[in-house]
């Protein structure tokens, strides 16, 4: 089955859902994992994308996120501030350039940015242009085509927003947006001519199938950066005390997004740490990209750190 698979897809076949559910239950699980890493090198060659973040304006979020400790709705301790420091943002930016970092993003909390934080951010990113020739990237919330154009203006060639999980699960976790607000906000990216990187969470509550569901809806919108984040259960949030997956778990669910969007950047992101022991396995079952350095609340590892370990398992950075 794997290897007929295989060869379709090379040949330009796509997985249906039906299918990616009997391989979610494929037996031979070392099997599934091998051929996840033999699409993305047939691919992808051995391309290994860093990119890393500022946290540019944090908490206070109106939005009610269950997993989120940025949300006004959940009592958790962070940094609270509506603005970075902008000779802050730009230094980061340049150093993790000159680091081998390919893409630097800027992230606000919040559903959308007020006229006042999109200009101090565009002021932000014009500065780090003059300075780097890193890649600008932003996640700034459901925003119209006129202030994604704002921001591609200034120099900003991808727009980052998750669609967190899958449509029929969304609604369990959030209730004051949807993810058909998150879609019009995709289109409207790419409309204007910007990449755009979206993916998820796991670990959240939902099933295999629900996580197949989202591979296959960033499928359908052409997404070719997909972050998969692990769910950090942070204390305050509704979703502290959520049981971790297993590993077999986690290695399937990057297997499986490599199997229905082969060409993609699929990316280590939020809850690193909690899969250190699983890093070298994950990257020989799918997955040819990472955030590195710091997330937005939570500690990350080290651009350095990260660009010797990645090269060290064969991978170009």
Same mark, same amino acid.
């Given at each position: 089955?794997?290897?007929?698979?295989?060869?379709?897809?090379?040949?330009?076949?796509?997985?249906?859902?039906?299918?990616?559910?009997?391989?979610?239950?494929?037996?031979?699980?070392?099997?599934?994992?091998?051929?996840?890493?033999?699409?993305?090198?047939? +691919?992808? /060659?051995?391309?290994?994308?860093? #990119?890393?973040?500022?946290?540019?304006?944090?908490?206070?979020?109106?939005? /009610?996120?269950?997993?989120?400790?940025?949300?006004?709705?959940?009592?958790? $301790?962070?940094?609270?501030?509506?603005?970075?420091?902008?000779?802050?943002?730009?230094?980061?930016?340049?150093?993790?350039? $000159?680091?081998?970092?390919?893409?630097?993003?800027?992230?606000?909390?919040?559903?959308? &940015?007020?006229?006042?934080?999109?200009?101090?951010?565009?002021?932000?990113?014009?500065?780090?242009?003059?300075?780097?020739?890193?890649?600008?990237?932003?996640?700034?919330?459901? !925003?119209?085509?006129?202030?994604?154009?704002?921001?591609?203006?200034?120099?900003?060639?991808?727009?980052?927003?998750?669609?967190?999980?899958?449509?029929?699960?969304?609604? /369990?976790?959030?209730?004051?947006?949807?993810?058909?607000?998150?879609?019009?906000?995709?289109?409207?990216?790419?409309?204007?001519? !910007?990449?755009? #990187?979206?993916?998820?969470?796991?670990?959240?509550?939902?099933?295999?199938?629900?996580?197949?569901? !989202?591979?296959? %809806?960033?499928?359908?919108?052409?997404?070719?950066?997909?972050?998969?984040? @692990?769910?950090?259960?942070?204390?305050?949030?509704?979703? +502290?005390?959520?049981?971790?997956?297993?590993?077999?778990?986690?290695?399937?669910?990057?297997?499986?997004?490599?199997?229905?969007?082969? *060409?993609?950047?699929?990316?280590?992101?939020?809850?690193?740490?909690?899969?250190?022991?699983?890093?070298?396995?994950? !990257?020989?079952?799918? @997955?040819?990209?990472?955030?590195?350095?710091?997330?937005?609340?939570?500690?990350?590892?080290? &651009?350095?750190?990260?660009?010797?370990?990645? *090269?060290? %398992?064969?991978?170009?950075?």
């Amino acid at each position: 089955m794997i290897q007929q698979l295989i060869a379709d897809i090379k040949a330009g076949a796509e997985i249906d859902f039906e299918t990616a559910c009997k391989l979610a239950e494929y037996a031979n699980k070392e099997e599934l994992y091998e051929g996840a890493n033999t699409l993305r090198e047939y +691919f992808c /060659n051995a391309a290994l994308q860093l #990119c890393s973040i500022t946290n540019a304006k944090s908490g206070l979020c109106s939005e /009610n996120c269950k997993w989120c400790s940025q949300s006004a709705h959940n009592k958790c $301790k962070i940094d609270i501030y509506d603005s970075i420091d902008k000779n802050t943002a730009v230094a980061q930016a340049v150093a993790n350039g $000159k680091a081998g970092v390919h893409r630097h993003g800027l992230v606000t909390s919040g559903r959308t &940015v007020s006229p006042q934080t999109l200009q101090n951010c565009v002021s932000i990113y014009r500065e780090i242009a003059q300075k780097s020739p890193i890649k600008l990237c932003a996640s700034m919330g459901l !925003l119209t085509k006129e202030q994604l154009q704002e921001l591609k203006d200034a120099g900003v060639t991808r727009y980052h927003c998750n669609l967190e999980t899958a449509p029929s699960f969304f609604p /369990n976790l959030c209730s004051t947006h949807s993810v058909e607000e998150k879609i019009a906000t995709i289109r409207a990216a790419q409309a204007i001519g !910007l990449e755009v #990187c979206s993916g998820g969470i796991i670990g959240m509550g939902e099933t295999m199938a629900q996580r197949i569901e !989202l591979a296959l %809806a960033l499928r359908d919108l052409g997404i070719r950066s997909i972050p998969i984040n @692990i769910l950090n259960p942070i204390e305050g949030t509704p979703l +502290f005390g959520m049981p971790p997956l297993s590993d077999e778990e986690i290695l399937t669910s990057f297997a499986l997004f490599r199997f229905i969007n082969p *060409r993609a950047y699929l990316r280590f992101a939020g809850g690193r740490l909690s899969i250190q022991h699983l890093q070298g396995k994950a !990257l020989k079952s799918g @997955i040819n990209a990472s955030i590195t350095g710091d997330m937005l609340t939570t500690h990350g590892v080290q &651009v350095q750190d990260d660009v010797n370990t990645f *090269r060290a %398992a064969g991978f170009v950075i």
